[in-house]
């Protein structure tokens, strides 16, 4: 079971996760906050023991076993012409990053756009959603699943998983990890709207894959070139035939993976 006090006692935000929501079962805890009504509070955070229909980035599915791991929301409906929307993401990633470091010295490596690794392993994915009435982001929903406690993981997946428990060879607390990635996430907010530059060089410091020749799936399409950067809009620079190429979505893969 999850202690709302354990997790509240290291939470130290001003508006992150001060409105949180417990659910044992759930669909998609980022369906859960698009859908609702009630759930308007800046900052808000659902969390769920379950999901039975976790969704994953590009139309995949996310999967995590009951009661194991973390996969919840956080709503942000609030000043978001404030900041750069397609950064959220790496502001996020960032933050279970700099949490796995500082709580458990994993060595971390954030993969474009939004994948947290440990070695090549995945062990936290992101889903970004937002609602925009006439071309105005009204909501962003910020999905965050991450592998804590799970001692195996029988199916397969395009990346190797892995888990904090699988690295540490003991489990670990869930309200101290979830409290400080909610604590980092907010202070990383706060960065993006007043130096966002410094959120994406961190994020550069910790992307073992820049530099490298990498390739990039956009479904069928297979785009093969050397990762030189990511620009101020978090687009991947490839560059390919001598020129440099932005890419805004897709999957990054080293060539050695192939
Ligand atoms: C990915 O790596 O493809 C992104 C995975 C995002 C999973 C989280 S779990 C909590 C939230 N609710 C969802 O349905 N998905 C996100």
Redesign the pocket.
């Known amino acids: 079971m999850f202690s709302l006090e354990k997790f509240d006692i290291k939470l130290d935000t001003e508006y992150i996760g001060r409105n949180f929501y417990y659910l044992e079962e759930v669909d998609?805890?980022?369906d859960f906050i698009l859908k609702s009504h009630e759930i308007t509070e800046y900052g808000s955070v659902v969390l769920a023991e379950n999901?039975k229909a976790?969704?994953?980035?590009l139309g995949?599915t996310?999967a995590s076993v009951e009661g194991k791991n973390l996969?919840?929301?956080i709503l942000l409906n609030e000043d978001l012409d404030k900041i750069n929307i397609s950064l959220i993401n790496f502001a996020a990633s960032l933050s279970v990053g700099n949490a796995l470091e500082n709580l458990y010295q994993l060595d971390v490596n954030l993969k474009w756009p939004n994948?947290v690794l440990v070695g090549k392993k995945k062990i936290a994915?992101?889903?970004t959603e937002t609602v925009s009435r006439s071309n105005k982001v009204e909501k962003a929903v910020i999905?965050?699943?991450i592998n804590v406690n799970q001692p195996v993981f029988p199916e397969k997946f395009e990346i190797v998983p892995t888990s904090v428990r699988i690295e540490l060879k003991r489990e670990v607390s869930r309200e101290r990890l979830l409290s400080e990635i909610l604590n980092t996430f907010e202070e990383n907010l706060t960065l993006l709207r007043y130096n966002p530059a410094e959120v994406l060089e961190s994020w550069r410091n910790k992307c073992k894959l820049i530099g490298s020749k990498v390739k990039v799936k956009q479904g069928e399409n297979i785009i093969v070139g050397k990762f030189i950067d990511i620009d101020e809009n978090g687009a991947l620079v490839l560059l390919r035939n001598e020129k440099e190429e932005k890419i805004h979505y897709g999957d990054v893969v080293t060539l050695r993976e192939q």
């Not at 976790?54 to 980035?57: C, D, F």
Request: charged share 20%; no cysteine.
């Open positions: 998609s805890t980022n999901q976790g969704k994953g980035r995949r996310w996969t919840f929301s994948d994915g992101i889903l999905g965050i699943g």
